[in-house]
C-alpha cells in the first residue's frame, strides 16, 4: 500500500486542523492504522491509532480530548482531527500502515509503510 499524507499548515493555538491519509494500490481494510509526529531533535512519537474495521482506537495521552482518528475505508482514507492545537503539536506528521495484530499499535517498529509526512506549525 502507498500512503500519503496532507492536511498540514500554520495555526494558531486553540486553532484547528484536519489530516488526511489517502491510501492506495491495495484496500485499507487489511491494515491497522496510525499517525505518528517528529519534532526537530525528538523521536518519532505515536499520536494515534485505529484498527482495521475503526471499532478500536488509542490516544497519547499527550493529545487525548483533542485529536480524534478515523476511517473510511470505503474511500480508503484515514484522518486525524486535531482541535486545541498548542505549539508542542507542531511537528511533521506521519500516517503509517501495519497488516499486524493491533496489540503493538502504539509502536513504530510495528508498521511497514509510512507516508512522506506533512508538517503542521502551530503559532503561540
Known amino acids: 500500500v502507498q500512503l500519503q499524507a496532507s492536511g498540514g499548515g500554520l495555526v494558531q493555538a486553540g486553532g484547528s486542523l484536519r489530516l488526511s491519509c489517502a491510501a492506495s494500490?491495495?484496500?485499507?481494510?487489511?491494515?491497522?492504522m496510525a499517525w505518528f509526529r517528529r519534532a526537530p531533535a525528538n523521536d518519532r512519537e505515536f499520536v494515534a491509532a485505529?484498527?482495521?474495521?475503526?471499532?478500536?482506537?488509542r490516544y497519547a495521552d499527550s493529545v487525548k480530548g483533542r485529536f480524534t482518528i478515523s476511517r473510511d475505508n470505503a474511500k480508503n482514507m484515514v484522518y486525524l482531527q486535531m482541535n486545541s492545537l498548542k505549539p508542542e503539536d507542531a511537528a511533521v506528521y506521519y500516517c503509517?500502515?501495519?497488516?499486524?495484530?493491533?496489540?503493538?499499535?502504539?509502536?513504530?517498529?510495528?508498521?511497514?509503510?509510512w507516508g512522506q509526512g506533512t508538517k503542521v506549525t502551530v503559532s503561540s
Open positions: 503509517a500502515g501495519t497488516p499486524r495484530s493491533y496489540e503493538n499499535i502504539w509502536s513504530n517498529l510495528n508498521y511497514d509503510y
Open positions: 494500490r491495495r484496500p485499507l481494510t487489511h491494515y491497522n
Open positions: 485505529i484498527s482495521w474495521s475503526g471499532g478500536s482506537v
